[in-house]
């Protein structure tokens, strides 16, 4: 017996999403990865703050309970925190560029709507 094939052409196709109580939001200041030894695409995604110093002595004085800082111990100027490690394919990466480019696309119309809008009240 031949199985029927089903054609979605011009029909729809929905999506549920759901969204986990745990569901976090990450800011991401880079990623750091490469190609994995089966082909897939690895990306770590960090966010990047000033580093915390290990150790502080500081002066204690009548007038300033908290003095200067005399004795500093900082090993690294900067902190990366990965927050998420992600594996994936060629053909989901091509996705994750057709997407990124077209809202970076709907950002710059974003902002030249906004340049307009400013330069139009100036001339009010």
Not at 19 to 35: I, Q, W
Not at 99 to 111: G, V
């Amino acid at each position: 017996m031949e199985r029927e094939k089903k054609s979605i052409e011009g029909g729809t196709f929905s999506f549920k999403y759901i969204f986990p109580s745990d569901l976090r939001e990450l800011h991401v200041n880079g990623a750091y990865g490469g190609l994995g030894p089966d082909g897939t695409i690895r990306m770590a995604v960090y966010s990047e703050r000033g580093a915390i110093p290990n150790f502080e002595k500081r002066i204690i004085t009548s007038d300033k309970p908290l003095g200067e800082a005399i004795e500093i111990e900082k090993k690294y100027d900067i902190v990366r925190i990965i927050q998420a490690s992600f594996v994936f394919n060629i053909g989901t990466a091509k996705s994750f560029v057709e997407w990124l480019n077209d809202r970076i696309k709907e950002h710059e119309q974003f902002k030249d709507e906004i340049s307009k809008r400013q330069m139009k009240q100036g001339d009010e």
